[in-house]
């Protein structure tokens, strides 16, 4: 079985047109792959039932098999399939934050395979509020286990061609609903212990999360021992080294002939033309809009083969957490 389709493997289809969610949930049911948009970055969407089609994405990404998938249901009853018991706490915080950007990791139910969840006794899940999510899920019947559409390390996608560009044919069907709203990976807040505990910072912020449940444990930020599956710091990588300036304004000193690109997130200056490219996230400093602008920026500029990109900090509050935690992944050495 694998993904039955009467389209070229790879191809970009709009998700407004109803016949390409009926096709996409063709391809789920019967095993294949298919590239979905979510409110935060695209997903590279499988049956999550399915340990056959599940492998299927682990090879497509060059995905290590001890990094789990996340699992997208569409409705909290399809919760019941997936998970074996719900926390109150993490009643409250689906109350709160689902359909949306925030995944729950939760004790697995035996049906999900193991390769999904990287032989772990918990499952990450879910709701995504973007109605193309919510669509194919509906239309496949099922939870869809889904990484971002990217190759592992890479930069996540936040448009269909992002997604082309990493993973071209590897993937059986690419659903094209536009640039993802978010543009960063959901919070991902773990309720295996007592204490809730945040395994990556996302657009639903610590205050959000605290007001909600209480206090919430950090786990290591980026560079420390590793405390989950996954949470390797050199991830969303670009090729291109990048070093994040000093402070708020900061400008770099450019060897000679060095061709630089910068990251900012404030308008350019007119010095700022020694640079071979200036990418703004938001010239406001909105922290929302720089997150919606992040990924594709870094793309554009990874794409110009430059000696290295050097980026602004923000402010490290609400979402700037999710930008400097992103930020500092790309910086990372390479191991
Ligand atoms: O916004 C998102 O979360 C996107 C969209 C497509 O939903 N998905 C996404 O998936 O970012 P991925 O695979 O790129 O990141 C999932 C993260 C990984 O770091 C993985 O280690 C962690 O979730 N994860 C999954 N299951 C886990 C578990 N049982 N325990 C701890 N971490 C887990
Ligand atoms: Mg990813």
């Keep these: 079985m694998g993904g039955e389709t009467n389209h070229v493997k790879g191809a970009i289809l709009s998700a407004t047109d109803s016949e390409s969610i009926r096709s996409a949930g063709r391809i789920i049911k019967t095993g294949g792959l298919v590239a979905f948009p979510t409110e935060t970055v695209y997903g590279l969407g499988c049956d999550a039932m399915n340990a056959d089609a599940a492998a299927k994405v682990f090879e497509a990404k060059q ?16 919760l019941d399939v997936v998970i074996e018991s719900l926390p109150v706490l993490g009643r409250r915080l689906m109350d709160a934050f689902w359909p949306g950007p925030l995944t729950l990791v939760l004790p697995k139910q035996r049906a999900v395979p193991d390769l999904v969840t990287a032989g772990l006794s918990t499952v990450a899940v879910r709701m995504p ?67 809730p505990e945040l395994l990556r910072p996302g657009s639903i912020t610590i205050e959000q999360l605290s007001a909600v449940v209480g206090s919430i444990r950090r786990s290591s930020p980026v560079n420390e021992a590793t405390t989950a599956p996954g949470q390797s710091s050199r991830h969303y990588a670009t090729e291109t080294h990048l070093t994040i300036l000093v402070s708020v304004g900061a400008r770099p000193v450019l060897k000679d002939g060095e061709r630089a690109g910068l990251l900012i997130h404030s308008q350019a200056r007119e010095t700022d033309d020694r640079f071979a490219a200036v990418e703004v996230l938001s010239s406001t400093g909105d922290l929302k809009e720089a997150a919606r602008h992040l990924f594709a920026a870094l793309r554009r500029l990874d794409s110009l083969h430059l000696d290295r990109i050097y980026a602004e900090p923000c402010k490290e509050e609400g979402l700037g957490v999710a930008i400097m935690d992103r930020l500092r992944r790309c910086a990372a050495p390479r191991q």
């Design 63 to 78: 995905r290590p098999q001890f990094d789990p998938l996340i699992v997208h249901i569409a409705d909290p009853k399809q």
């Design 129 to 195: 509020n973007h109605p193309v999510a919510q669509a194919l899920i509906r239309e496949a019947g099922t939870p869809i286990a889904g990484p971002s559409a990217n190759l592992f390390g890479y930069v996540s996608p936040t448009t269909a061609q992002h997604v082309a560009d990493g993973l071209g044919s590897k993937v059986d069907l690419i659903l094209d609903g536009g640039p993802c709203p978010v543009g960063v990976e959901s919070t991902i807040v773990s309720l295996a212990k007592p204490q």
